[in-house]
């Protein structure tokens, strides 16, 4: 698949652009017009420039607002047309696109269309120029593919085909299968963007909301699978027009949107097999050759289970006095770092004071279970995740890591049936337990049950395609959670069975980067068998909970009318509780140290969601926390 992206994707001059689209590996890019009258580099330099970079410069846009117009209005557009065909030439560029006419056009006639645009390919040909001809979701009578692919049809020349954009298709839900009719000599051009589903009007949308394919919900790898039975061989570029990816470091970005290609071509190559599969074809149609070849990647699984979670800290006292209180048994330190292991039942906290000096406690690293941590490794280096070095001993367990992009560490584990994991071995012998803390004994069954990790609002959309594409993880529709410093975009991330939930919550925009964990706290939590047992004896621990209101407990009762001593006894231990079609949830906060706090859940049923409902009041009473703590420093 020949990979490409439109210059309008990234921020910054041509140049950097440029450089960035080279660096992450593209073969191609769209020359963005805006871009190019506003460089100071001339057409020959870029011209040069692309060569030296090795980028083929495959599409120059847009060309708007040509056809249906009066006969004085087609005039003055083929001068312009003239014009920057020349320049193109200056560039050694060979297709334009021209979309469908918004502005301009007041004569909704199919057959005027056919003729102006057959002048316009027939200009084109003279200066060896093809036209790729797209309908904009918008247009003002040329709206859907199907119609501007029947505009080339009728004029069929050889200079005139169509650009297939999958916003304005998806966007308006126009059917993707008829793209399998269209004769592939006719595609001059794909482009790809993915956005989240929104109600809103499609300009507005396409203007500020698309993303990379994997960061939204539409339908991408199917709309490629068409592409491909129609037999194009062609460029597959992002035109991603995106308020974030604008203001976001344009490397970063360049590397986000190649790794949102290289998975969507596997996602692709998948699709084709399983239409294939589901139209009976056996395994010869299933394994056919289509003339676009698609690259593959290793496969990996969904992952079994978290293996660990890693917390940060310079100052460990509070963290262990935290987990102690919860019931945590500590099981020792590690044999040649500064490492303590906390377990609860298959719930492994690692406490690390390496390279930690002066760090507030914070969630530093997670830990993964699957199948073959060198396989899963190895894909999410092909998909361009940073790798992480661990100095390890020569008997030590070697974690294949890499980096997340919001810098947590991300470790690929071996999984074992049982839940175990043979590292833990590298541990000394449990040591002293704090004063007044005991070995718990109620926690056998507990699993970490979800992370919770904020995301600074640059690196957001790129997380949720990471963890898709070299995890496996599902993103699920996001929801907004009222927060008393702004509206709080939570998404969550989870296996099918949910046995890894990881949920990404993005901070409110007017964050500086450095405030984003300080003021949006991460959390682990812990899945326990019975939470009121696990609540009262961390109690008697002296566990200090994140206070309830009672106003909460009364809107409880309003809500669910719950027997009195239930509603009781989740009042007298700060517990907070949802409950729906599939069973009920019970959980409960401790206080925050540094940027991090602990969650305690049970789930009953099959729940399967997060207490939603809760969540702005476990915002609001962290922030009064905030307040008062600024308070006493000041
Ligand atoms: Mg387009
Ligand atoms: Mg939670």
Excluded at 287 to 305: D, I, S
Excluded at 325 to 339: M, N, S, W, Y
């Amino acid at each position: 698949m020949r990979t490409g992206i439109a210059t309008v994707c990234l921020s910054g001059t041509l140049k950097e652009k440029m450089q960035a689209c080279a660096i992450a590996g593209f073969d191609g890019i769209e020359i963005f017009e805006q871009d190019l009258v506003t460089s100071t580099l001339s057409p020959e330099d870029v011209r040069k420039m692309a060569a030296d970079l090795g980028l083929g410069l495959d599409l120059y846009q847009p060309f708007r607002d040509f056809d249906g117009v009066t006969p004085d209005l087609l005039k003055a557009n083929l001068r312009r047309a003239e014009a920057k065909f020349g320049l193109m030439s200056r560039l050694g560029m060979d297709t334009i696109l021209v979309c469908s006419n918004v502005a301009t056009a007041t004569i909704d006639d199919d057959g005027l269309r056919a003729s102006q645009l057959a002048q316009l390919a027939e200009l084109a040909g003279d200066h060896g120029i093809k036209v790729a001809y797209e309908a904009l979701a918008w247009g003002k009578y040329v709206n859907d593919y199907e119609h501007a692919y029947r505009l080339v049809e009728m004029v069929d020349h050889p200079n005139l085909g169509t650009c297939l954009d999958s916003f304005h298709i998806l966007s308006r839900d126009w059917d993707t299968a008829p793209i399998e009719d269209i004769n592939a000599d006719k595609i001059f051009f794909v482009q790809v963007a993915d956005a989240p589903k929104l109600t809103m009007d499609v300009l507005s949308w396409s203007r500020h909301y698309r993303v990379f394919p994997g960061e939204g919900q539409f339908e991408l790898a199917k709309f490629m699978g068409h592409v491909v039975r129609a037999g194009y061989t062609g460029p597959v570029s992002l035109e991603v027009f995106n308020d974030v990816f604008r203001q976001s470091d344009v490397e970063r970005t360049a590397v986000d949107a190649m790794r949102s290609l290289i998975w969507l071509e596997e996602q692709s190559a998948k699709w084709l097999a399983a239409a294939a599969e589901a139209e009976g074809g056996g395994s010869a149609a299933i394994r056919r050759r289509y003339p676009m070849e698609l690259a593959t990647l290793p496969k990996v699984n969904e992952p079994a289970g978290f293996n660990f979670a890693e917390v940060k800290a310079d100052d460990t006292a509070q963290l262990e006095k935290l987990l102690g209180q919860l019931g945590f048994a500590f099981e020792g330190r590690h044999r040649t770092k500064d490492v303590q292991l906390w377990t609860m039942g298959q719930a492994r906290v690692i406490i690390n004071e390496q390279a930690a000096s002066h760090a507030e406690p914070a969630i530093a690293a997670l830990g993964f279970d699957v199948d073959s941590p060198v396989i899963a490794s190895a894909r999410a280096q092909q998909l361009k995740a940073p790798v992480v070095a661990r100095k390890v001993q020569a008997d030590e367990e070697v974690f294949q890591g890499i980096s997340a992009p919001d810098s947590t560490e991300i470790f690929l584990c071996q999984g074992s049936p049982d839940g175990t994991a043979a590292w833990t071995a590298e541990f000394g012998q449990a040591g002293e337990l704090g004063e007044g803390l005991e070995r718990s004994s109620s926690g056998a069954g507990a699993v970490i049950d979800h992370v919770n990790l904020a995301q600074p609002w640059q690196h957001f959309d790129e997380a949720v395609l990471f963890y898709t594409s070299a995890l496996a993880l599902e993103p699920q529709p996001f929801a907004e959670v009222p927060s008393p410093s702004g509206l709080v975009r939570s998404q969550v991330m989870q296996t099918t069975d949910g046995a890894v939930r990881l949920v990404l919550n993005l901070a409110p925009a007017q964050q500086a980067q450095s405030e984003v964990r300080k003021t949006y706290q991460e959390h682990i939590a812990f899945a326990v068998d019975n939470l009121v047992a696990t609540a009262r004896a961390a109690r008697e621990r002296g566990l200090e909970f994140l206070q309830i209101p009672a106003n909460y407990y009364e809107d409880l009762d309003a809500r669910f009318d719950l027997e009195p001593g239930f509603l009781a006894t989740l009042q007298e231990l700060n517990l907070l509780y949802d409950r729906d079609a599939s069973g009920e949830f019970l959980h409960f906060y401790t206080a925050t140290v540094g940027s991090v706090f602990f969650e305690m859940v049970e789930r009953r049923g099959n729940y399967d969601g997060y207490g939603a409902p809760n969540a702005p009041v476990r915002h609001a009473v962290q922030y009064d926390h905030r307040q008062h703590a600024s308070l006493q420093r000041h």
